[in-house]
């Protein structure tokens, strides 16, 4: 923490914690919160390499600075603009030969992605197809699905983990008040 002014000694300090997901909480102040809106998930996307409109993609994707395959911090809530980024990248993944007339050129991504923080700019491209959507939210699942396959445990099984650590550090604490430590 940096001060822009002399502090005598013996202030009281206040420091916000603002909105964070909860793994900056824990490295920054060494705790989490139960419910937080903010919390985020690694999400990994990819265009898939046996598409038949791989190479059209691929070169969409390079005129816009992009890869076939893309990471996204998702929030929880589904509103933000990280979370659309990631739904227009997988509208353009998962979009068939006919859908892809539909979308930008890669000079407009490349623009729009630029003009923004965090890929917003994708979020140029708009629901294609039911059928589209359709593979988008799959592809979402799926991402989903990997980003918890990469937690050794369960969360159940982590938090009675945690539980067992705090009883046991409780205890040593006790143990060093009693013997005046």
């Not at 990819?46 to 969409?60: I, Y």
């Not at 629901?127 to 979402?140: I, Y």
Request: proline share 3%; aromatic share 8%.
């Amino acid at each position: 923490m940096t001060s822009i002014k002399i502090i005598p000694k013996g202030t009281q300090i206040y420091d916000s914690y603002g909105r964070k997901c909860n793994h900056r909480f824990f490295v920054n102040y060494g705790f989490s919160l139960e419910e937080n809106d903010d919390n985020e998930s690694v999400f990994i996307v990819q265009v898939n390499p046996e598409d038949p409109q791989v190479r059209m993609k691929a070169n969409l994707l390079h005129a816009a600075g992009l890869g076939l395959v893309k990471e996204f911090q998702i929030p929880a809530n589904t509103k933000h603009a990280k979370t659309k980024a990631c739904l227009a990248f997988l509208r353009l993944a998962m979009s068939s030969g006919s859908e892809m007339i539909l979308l930008p050129s890669g000079e407009e991504l490349k623009k729009r992605i630029e003009a923004s923080e965090d890929d917003a700019g994708l979020d140029i491209i708009q629901p294609l197809s039911a059928t589209n959507e359709k593979a988008v939210l799959k592809a979402m699942k799926a991402a989903a699905q990997a980003c918890l396959a990469r937690f050794e445990t369960t969360i159940e099984v982590s938090l009675a983990r945690l539980l067992i650590f705090s009883h046991l550090a409780l205890r040593k604490i006790t143990s060093f008040w009693q013997k005046g430590i």
